[in-house]
């Protein structure tokens, strides 16, 4: 059984090592695993792919100091499941006024992988953090899964074959636990400069769930 998610872990040499040296290069960045965001037992949970060099792994927040966050915090307080809308405060730290309201966002990854690409063996391994975020889960949640590898991730800690739910923007699954599945292309900067993600795309996934799925803090 994987043991209690902490910030020292270190069960993936090479990414235990990678922000070895990450934090030598950036004494005041917080590079190590970075903890899930929001309150544990929400009715929606959002994975998203591993925090980035100059985002989480610099703040110890998913999704803060990139712009990924941007969209993806700005959409949360659209729709009433954020306190703020902007994830940075005047002083690029973590906003201390936003709060989430109902959700809760985590990590298929939760260590900052070389070059933003963690190996099939570091997804693997750091699944058991993941098992656990969906056993915290109440009956009728809603889990969005930002891109193919939190798609696979969350298949992978449910125990059951990609095969049977492939991933597409804006797909939706009813998931044999009695919680839904939602996909979303990556809110990255690269998705959205390209247009493969647009904001209206992006904000449409969230009106999907919201319509079916009663979200309350």
Known sequence: MTEKFTTGCRQCPRLAAFLDEVREAHPDYFARPVPSFGSVGNKLLIVGLAPGLHGANRTGRPFTGDYAGDLLYSTLYKFGLATAAEPMDEKMQPNPLLTLKGCRITNAVRCLPPQ????????????????????SLPIGAAILALGTIAHAAVLRASQLKGNDYKFGHAAQYELPNGRM?????????????????????????????????????
Not at 120 to 134: D, H, S
Not at 187 to 214: D, W
């Open 116 to 135: 933003n690409k963690p190996e099939p063996a570091e997804i693997k391994q750091c699944n058991g953090y993941l098992v656990q975020e969906l056993a």
């Open 181 to 217: 599945l939602y996909d979303s292309y990556h809110c990255s900067r690269y998705n959205t400069q390209t247009r493969r993600l647009t904001e209206a795309m992006f904000h449409q996934v969230f009106e999907s769930i919201l319509e079916r799925h009663t979200i309350r803090p």
